[in-house]
């Protein structure tokens, strides 16, 4: 067997439950140094398990005798078709020599990286992005997937390389699958094309192409307080959101941050159960992908507000989950997520894109 995962929720946060934990998944992948050995173990954790990363990390290291340990603490997580996040949780996955970049063969083998980082900043520096005017497409050769780590208030959560705590900007580990397909899905409407600030105030937009801000960019009715609503900023190389606090009778915005003259701007809505539509698209490709069979496993990482954690009324996780009833997918759930194609980072609107990589083991 070259891969095995577990996860479990406990009522509050301990070493001895976790090394267990550890010790059962190992068990499962029945991997040994001698013949088909560990090569990667992905170790993630609720924030509630803050101060014991470290110790299980090295459990993991003494347990598999593998020091390529990668993970560290996410908002929440997804296995055997369950969220957890509210509660103290735990997920060890390992997987085997099939999963090493240096072991990979075949026309099909690609190399796919994961990454944690602080903040998204960080993310365009260190990838050096350039990026277009739209966020995503429903298929995409991404070759690296990443997760922006911070929690609630922006409070920095650990995060783990090689089997220590990572005091690096950002933390990555890599993986060799087979015929690896990304999907994409924003859960945004966007109400019209590209317009241009021709007038603003602090954080009132006045004007855009020289008419009112909402006519020109397509807002519904006035609202005191709009759910779900974004204003998207492009710049030269990245681009920006910007929550919209109120529309008001004038046909002025307020916004969370300011916007200048000169900036090119799009409105957005937060569009609920997004997955439904957006799967029939996907409905081919997968089929021309990966042959009219299903796919082995699947790496979902998105935005805490696509899960249930957020929104109750959301089934958008279990839209996937229900479409893929013999694939084993695993996820992570943080402020944002993103990926990267070469040197191009797609930086979504904040807690809301889903990223779903479906891939085979390595034969």
């Not at 997987?95 to 072991?103: I, L, Q, R, T, Y």
């Not at 397509?218 to 190389?237: A, H, S």
Request: glycine share 8%.
């Amino acid at each position: 067997m070259n891969y095995a995962s577990e996860a479990a929720v406990f009522e509050t946060p301990n070493l001895e439950e976790g090394v267990a934990l550890i010790e059962k998944v190992v068990e499962q992948a029945r991997l040994r140094r001698s013949s088909d050995f560990i090569s990667r173990v992905v170790l993630l954790a609720s924030p509630h398990f803050a101060s014991l990363i470290e110790s299980l990390a090295h459990t993991c290291i003494s347990k598999t005798n593998c020091l390529n340990i990668w993970g560290g603490c996410v908002s929440g997580l997804l296995h055997g078709g369950k969220v957890y996040g509210q509660k103290p949780a735990l997920m060890v996955a390992v997987f085997g020599e099939a999963f090493e970049p240096a072991k990979q063969k075949g026309a099909g083998s690609k190399t796919i990286s994961l990454c944690l980082a602080e903040t998204d900043h960080l993310v365009m520096e260190q990838l050096r992005a350039g990026l277009g005017n739209e966020p995503g497409s429903d298929c995409s050769q991404a070759d690296t997937l990443g997760l922006l780590s911070y929690g609630a208030n922006y409070l920095s959560m650990p995060r783990l390389e090689f089997g220590r705590l990572c005091h690096q900007p950002h933390s990555t580990a890599s993986l060799s699958v087979s015929q690896p397909l990304t999907l994409n899905s924003e859960g945004l409407e966007f109400f019209t094309e590209v317009k241009t600030v021709t007038e603003s105030n602090g954080l009132f937009l006045l004007k855009v192409d020289g008419v009112s801000a909402a006519l020109a960019l397509g807002c519904p009715e006035e609202q005191t307080k709009p759910i779900g609503l974004r204003l998207q900023v492009i710049d030269k190389d990245r681009e920006s959101w910007i929550p919209v606090l109120s529309l008001h009778a004038d046909g002025t915005m307020c916004l969370v941050a300011p916007v200048a003259k000169g900036q090119q701007i799009r409105l957005a809505r937060r569009t609920p159960n997004a997955v439904h539509e957006e799967f029939k698209a996907w409905q081919p490709l997968i089929a021309t992908h990966f042959g009219g069979r299903p796919p082995a496993m699947g790496l979902l990482i998105a935005g805490f507000e696509r899960s249930e954690m957020c929104h109750d009324i959301d089934d958008d996780v279990a839209q996937i989950l229900k479409s893929f009833p013999d694939t084993d997918i695993i996820g992570i759930f943080g402020q944002a997520n993103w990926l990267g194609l070469q040197e191009k980072v797609l930086a979504p609107p904040r807690n809301n894109r889903l990223s779903l990589c479906l891939f085979n083991p390595n034969s």
